[in-house]
């Protein structure tokens, strides 16, 4: 199993990517938290019988492939409750994403790890 979500970027995350192309980094550093609820949304198959929350891209986990692609990691938190609503356990987790930004530059793309245990 592997999910993804395509995230529409605002006019002014978009000119952020296009200045500052050379530095994407520091730009999805910057981009992608303001998406944590929606990153949170793709996440949450991957573990059906927790939630999925407090979603953060991992400091100094980004890098460039040969693709064109970023490669990032995204931490998070699985929350498991109990039949009253009363949180049991907090587990922290970790997932790589693969973001790539569509040819109109407006749009990017992230896919998470395929868990082949899930299919």
Known sequence: ???SIKLKLSEQQQQLLKKDSDNISSVLFDIIPAYSDQIGYMLQPYHPRQKVSKVEVAPASISLLNTGSVN??????????SACSAIDT????IMSVTVTL???????????????SLD
């Open 1 to 3: 199993m592997q999910h």
């Open 90 to 93: 907090e587990e922290k987790e």
């Open 72 to 81: 990032l990691k995204i931490h998070y938190v699985l929350e498991e409750y």
């Open 102 to 116: 569509d040819a109109r530059g407006d749009v990017l793309n992230l896919v998470g790890a395929y868990w082949p």
